[in-house]
């Protein structure tokens, strides 16, 4: 990408809201990525309606815009330019990105997209470990009568590592050969 279309992975995320159950983007924010007006990004969404189902964009209501300036996801309803904004899942993008045809709109649809894939990796991973973490609270409470014997065992563990970390400073032992005039 040229250095005038790069969009920092931040940008993208901190224009990523979590709204009705879905992470979605709101068509001022990508139409300034576009490098589009917002009316005409709308306007295309309008002439291409079929191309976008509900699982891919919705018109957000006056309730959705009110909940998010109230959660101060964006700074006020004049941020959305006086009308009810469109919201675009990640597959929406992606079809924006084949109704404006222009290079610029299919390189950010592309790193918008890498964005998405990314922070879905990042879910998955985390989940792993919460998981664990989980199976493992599970198992202890399971095995709350022994709970003690644990601590104990685990308190023994650190006083080793410490031990290990901290070593105690005893004189050592001179090895070698002594003089007539030395003590041990």
Do not use: C
Not at 13 to 37: N, R, S, T
Not at 57 to 67: A, G, R, T, W
Not at 165 to 182: I, M, N, S
């Amino acid at each position: 990408m040229s250095k005038s279309l790069e969009i920092s992975s931040k940008g993208i995320v901190d224009k990523i809201y979590f709204l009705l159950g879905h992470k979605v983007m709101l068509d001022k924010d990508l139409a300034e990525m576009y490098g589009v007006k917002p009316i005409r990004l709308r306007e295309q969404v309008k002439r291409n309606k079929l191309r976008f189902p509900g699982n891919f964009m919705f018109q957000l209501k006056e309730k959705e815009v009110d909940f998010m300036v109230s959660q101060n996801a964006i700074p006020s309803r004049k941020y959305l330019g006086g009308s009810l904004p469109y919201a675009f899942t990640e597959h929406g993008v992606l079809r924006l990105a084949n109704i404006l045809k222009s290079e610029r709109a299919i390189q950010v649809s592309i790193r918008i997209i890498e964005v998405f894939v990314n922070m879905r990796e990042m879910l998955i991973t985390h989940k792993d470990i919460l998981v664990k973490l989980e199976r493992l609270e599970k198992k202890i409470l399971k095995q709350d009568q022994h709970v003690k014997k644990h601590e104990d065992e685990i308190q023994v563990i650190f006083e080793a590592l410490k031990q290990l970390l901290e070593p105690q400073q005893e004189p050592r032992k001179k090895v070698g050969y002594r003089r007539k005039d030395e003590k041990e």
